[in-house]
């Protein structure tokens, strides 16, 4: 899978776009390291870059740069503000966005660079109009057919986490984890690795529905940990979010699809597993 590249001198940066294919769409993200907004962002296009496979030509490329260390390439984009994103084509600015506005981001990169799996497209009887973005990189792969997971970038998401981080920094973070797929699962390991048997559990639920969904991992980041329970009002994990929104643990989920068989369907992107 892809993956977000940081650039730290011009003479890189030439050399990078020189060795483009005509065809591939480049994602510049503009940060600095103080602007917490650009820890969310960060984690945004960490997961998404997770949901292009690495092909040949690549259909993208997502790069980091340091806006003020790079003061050419900056200027070059009119970086006004961090963060900035820009999406570039065989040499011609496609897009610019400013800020942080992670849905205006993804849907950005979608229409120039399509949606990474073939099998994708907006759900019959999705619940809103927001893309279901971020792709398939079948993971646990198997016989039985492999779900469509993707990690939310948890190490950087983990890399700004102060102790000092006010709530309320910690609380925008969330407000944006929870959107960063249109399905989410914060659990304890990873769907293929999972550390404990409610997170196991609820893998296997989304698995046998063929959900497409991204994940996180809570024992990773105990600000995240801790912090969802309070953001979320609900005390443990899993947690399943849709569309930024709870539907709850593993026990809620299994109620939701006794009631209406058809609850996850809506998000499968490939035949259900036997498994
Ligand atoms: N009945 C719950 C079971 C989940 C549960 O009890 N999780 C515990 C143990 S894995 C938990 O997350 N505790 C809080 C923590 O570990 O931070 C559900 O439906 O999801």
Redesign the pocket.
Known sequence: MSTLQEITSESEFSTHISSLAPSTVLVLYFHTPWAAPCTQMRTILSTLAAGYPVTSPPTTSFISINAEELPDVSEEYDVTAVPFVVLVKNKELLESISGSDAIKVRDAIERHAGQPSSSSGTPAGAKSTIPPVLNATPRDSGASGAATENPVDSSAAAATTTPQESKEALFARLAELVKAAPVMLFM?GSPSSPQ????RQ?VAILRENGVKYGFFN?LADEDV??GL?EFAEW????QLWVQGELV?????VKEEIEADPDFLKAYAVQQPSAA
Do not use: A, H, V, W
């Open positions: 304890k404990c048997g409610f997170s609820l809570i940990r801790q329970k005390p443990t994990f899993p709850g643990g593993l026990d809620i």
